[in-house]
């Protein structure tokens, strides 16, 4: 059996396959992870371990000590950020500056992805909102970084519970500081995700997306060029074993 790992900072997500059959997938809090990969997996195969990880190194080598305890693990692979993978080049000067998780989005993306296009704008919508643009040429050529849907939301509203209390009895009947700070947030992702499809559309690029924010920026999108692909990291961390990237 082979399990992918993709762990970030506060969650992983994994998947399974045994054979070429998904045998399993999900995502957790770190701190449940490896209970319930226990309820999921049986203990006595052997079990070839896939990791992507932007976590530290501490918190990955505490997770492998911990699958090597309580699993027949007979193999790990670590995907580590390089200046290439397979066809891709990434345009990061020092390549372990660019998190993992980016480069392998890519890699799968531009590998599954591009078609008929002349290249590929992964959008991943997790925490934080990232943007990257690799051409035709397999060259990361630009890249962005924003607060995420959930990240812009929570930091507003931590600035605004005094005034919410302040306004609790207001005669505005359907008006509240929530309702605005919602319709707020949501506004600046939809735009921001429209500016990003129409440079997409007029470079006549593919627009990939993934993360657990992917549905909220498939609604802000409406063209053909677009496609979500939720195991996107997974995919390119696949790739990458295969290919011998990492250690």
């Known amino acids: 059996m082979i399990l992918q790992l993709d762990v970030g900072n506060t969650r992983a997500k994994w998947r399974v396959f045994d054979g ?3 045998f399993g997938r999900g995502a957790e809090l770190q701190e449940d992870l490896l209970d319930v ?3 999921q997996l049986p203990n006595d195969e052997d079990l070839s371990v896939q990791v992507t990880s932007v976590a530290g190194n501490r918190s990955l080598e505490d997770l492998i000590n ?3 305890c309580r ?4 193999s790990i692979y670590i995907a580590r950020s390089v200046k290439r993978m397979g066809e891709v080049e990434f345009g990061y000067k020092i390549p372990e500056h660019q998190g993992v998780d980016r480069c392998l989005a890519m890699l799968a993306a ?4 591009l078609s008929d296009y002349k290249g590929v704008v992964v959008v991943d919508a997790g925490s934080a909102l990232t943007v990257d643009v690799v051409n035709c040429d397999g060259k990361q050529v630009d890249g962005y970084i924003a607060p995420g849907y959930s990240m812009l939301r929570n930091s507003l509203l931590g600035q605004t519970s005094k005034i919410e209390d302040g306004y609790a009895n207001s005669d505005c009947e359907g008006l509240s500081t929530l309702r605005c ?3 707020g ?3 600046m992702f939809s735009e921001l995700i429209k500016k990003i499809e129409r440079m997409a559309v007029e470079s006549k690029y593919r627009l990939v997306i993934t993360g657990g924010d992917a ?7 409406s063209l053909d060029c677009a496609v979500s692909v939720p195991d996107l990291v997974l995919d390119g961390l696949a790739l990458a074993q295969k290919q011998g990237v990492g250690l």
């Open 181 to 183: 700070v919602n319709g």
């Open 215 to 221: 549905d909220l920026v498939s609604e802000s999108v």
């Open 185 to 187: 947030v949501s506004l």
């Open 110 to 113: 531009y590998s599954k992805c």
């Open 37 to 39: 990969l226990c309820q």
């Open 71 to 74: 699993f027949n693990v007979s």
């Open 66 to 68: 911990s699958l090597k």
């Open 20 to 22: 070429d059959r998904v």
